[in-house]
């Protein structure tokens, strides 16, 4: 199957268009965690079960326990 060059390029704008509008919703989602998570860490939890440990910062990973004492 043979594909025109006008056809091809067509859909190459096609594909860079999606991932572009895919990338500015992928920042948006980002920025929007990011700050989600630091108005969390911002919290008046004090240091008492189950609230042992200040919220993760983006990227980071949680606390390895829950704080939880069984």
């Known amino acids: 199957m043979k594909i025109k060059i006008e056809r091809l390029r067509e859909i190459v704008r096609e594909k860079i268009q999606e991932a572009a509008a895919e990338g500015k919703f992928q920042s948006y989602a980002k ?40």
């Open 31 to 70: 920025g929007s965690f990011s700050s989600m998570i630091s108005l969390l860490g911002k919290g008046g939890n004090k240091n008492t079960p189950p609230f042992k440990h200040k919220a993760a910062k983006a990227g980071k990973s949680g606390p390895d326990d829950s704080g939880y004492t069984a």
